[in-house]
């Protein structure tokens, strides 16, 4: 009985799991320079740092956000569902300032996940483009391997 309660629930999961316009997972930031990984917090999206490109300084000393404490692992995004299906609204944080944004986000057809931080209206922020991480992440948060899909189409120029 057990058996069939933990297949039936197997299945009903699968449907998510494989959703591709869901945005859990690992990204890597527009400038490639840190990866956030988006889970399931509830019924809405977290994400949070888990690799740098230089997650220490030249000293040697570990990245910290405005308040002092590590960026590697500050969770920075939280998003519920919009009403547009497949797009989440919330906020993103700035680790270096504290600034808190307004956002939406949504995985687009070429598999990359756009961001739009803004403030009072979309209209008055700016978009940037993620795309999917499947390198590793060492546990001093250092990046293992940091080479970026390019999912982006662009025409291929003829001489």
């Known amino acids: ?10 299945l009903l999961a699968l449907p998510a799991l494989a959703d591709p316009r869901s945005p859990q997972g690992r990204w890597w930031t527009q400038e490639h320079d840190g990866v956030i990984n988006i889970i399931a917090c509830g019924d809405a999206l977290c994400g949070r740092i888990v690799g740098q490109m230089s997650p220490k300084d030249a ?39 504290g600034h808190d944004w307004a956002s939406e986000f949504w995985v687009g057809a070429d598999g990359n996940l756009s961001l739009r931080g803004y403030l009072v209206v979309p209209t008055l922020g700016s ?11 060492e546990a001093d948060c250092s990046i293992a391997s940091s080479r970026p899909i390019n999912r982006s189409r662009s025409p291929t120029s003829r001489p």
């Open 59 to 97: 000293q040697g000393k570990r990245s910290v956000d405005i308040h002092g404490q590590p960026e590697c692992g500050l969770t920075i995004l939280h998003g519920k569902p919009a009403a547009d299906p497949g797009h989440w609204s919330g906020t993103i944080t700035n680790p270096k300032d």
């Open 1 to 10: 009985m057990r058996l069939r309660l933990i297949l039936a629930f197997s």
């Open 127 to 137: 978009t940037q483009v993620w795309t999917k991480f499947t390198g590793r992440v």
